[in-house]
């Protein structure tokens, strides 16, 4: 795997079904200031690249599992290990759900959500089977398409925007700012954590200058850019009323109309959470499948991820009680969850690694 794919596969990651489901729970929180959220929560997220970066310099080869073994010993690694396991089952379910809502509260409103989560299960399972290269490579298209659908319907809002809609900025303080910035911490960029996964599969190319440092910057920077401007988009479509909207760049793309040929594309923003979630799910399952292989030895990590997919698809049928609960776990309960089992852990390896390095 190349750096350029590995900061696609990145970009897609971070970006693949937050631009949908983010702004408008975002909003919610933050109001006009929810692009400093971002800025925020996107500045913790460098951190947490650069303590990844930093450590696979330590260890090109090694991942986040076999160094951590070497640095904090196996019986600590187990033990911290499976507490980042119990998040990974809970985050590839998670994805899929919030796809199933938005399909049975949006767009086929009569089907049962399990017909959609089992169809993406099941599809991101024989993806991530058949390795990180072809991930990568297939990825390619798919993230173009994407990039043009959602182009296409920020371009041709452009009569709705009414910029006097992002001022006031701060109305109620910095609080409500914070608050969402709690929020995209725990959604996306604390997720970061699991590139240190998949960073010794890139190919080291002495004839390539761009160093995977700077591609990775490059694609975090360029996520945090594209959250932005969707999140100012919508704030100049709906202003405050874009809080009501959970899929709130559906809800925008309803209203764009270009003389009479070009009306109710709202279908293409479905079609770009659906292919955002599956690349995103087929990640997560991909980096489980290899967690759970090198955490417990085992020779061949392939196969046991239709188990692991299916156990994810058996999570998303009982830990789903309603679309109110659902947003407070992922609002409230995920940051916690992610800080306890992905930021602490990688934190404690730094330390243990500067302090080594020094002695």
């Not at 089907?111 to 990568?136: D, K, N, Q, W």
């Not at 196969?303 to 698809?313: D, E, R």
Request: proline content about 5%; aromatic content about 12%; some cysteine.
């Amino acid at each position: 795997m190349s750096h350029y794919e590995i900061g696609m596969l990145f970009f897609v990651f971070m970006t693949g079904s937050s631009i949908i489901n983010i702004p408008g729970p975002l909003i919610g929180k933050a109001g006009n200031g929810a692009w400093l959220s971002l800025l925020l929560s996107g500045g913790i997220g460098f951190c947490i690249l650069a303590m990844l970066l930093f450590l696979h310099r330590r260890f090109p080869d090694l991942t986040y599992v076999e160094y951590s073994r070497k640095l904090i010993g196996n019986a600590l690694t187990v033990i911290l290990s499976v507490m980042t396991i119990s998040f990974l089952l809970q985050m590839q379910s998670a994805i899929v759900v919030d796809v199933g809502l938005f399909m049975i509260s949006s767009m086929l409103r009569e089907t049962p959500m399990y017909a959609f989560t089992f169809l993406i299960f099941l599809i991101s399972a024989l993806t991530a089977r058949a390795g990180i290269e072809v991930i990568a490579r297939m990825f390619m298209l798919i993230v173009l398409l994407t990039a043009i659908f959602l182009a296409s319907v920020f371009l041709l809002a452009l009569p709705d925007y009414d910029p006097s809609l992002l001022l006031p900025v701060l109305p109620k303080g910095i609080k409500p700012v914070l608050h969402g910035a709690y929020f995209t911490f725990g959604f996306p960029y604390v997720e970061i954590f699991l590139f240190g996964m998949l960073l010794p599969f890139v190919v080291k190319d002495p004839a390539n200058k761009l160093s995977i440092s700077k591609t990775m910057f490059f694609s975090l920077g360029f996520n945090i850019f594209t959250l932005c401007v969707s999140t100012v988009c919508v704030i100049m479509v709906f202003g405050p009323y874009a809080a009501d909207r959970p899929y709130v760049l559906f809800a925008m793309a309803r209203l764009v109309e270009f003389q009479e040929i070009i009306q109710r594309i709202e279908s293409i923003i479905g079609m770009s959470l659906i292919l955002g979630s599956y690349m995103k799910t087929t990640i997560t399952l991909y980096v489980l499948s290899l967690f759970v292989s090198q955490l417990f030895r085992l020779k061949e990590s392939g196969t046991i991820v239709m188990p692991l997919a299916l156990l994810g698809f058996l999570t998303g049928l009982v830990t789903f009680d309603g679309a109110t609960e659902w947003g407070g776990v992922v609002s409230v309960i995920h940051p916690v969850w992610t800080a306890a089992v992905f930021l602490m852990p990688l934190v404690l390896l730094t330390v243990v690694a500067l302090i080594r390095k020094r002695v």
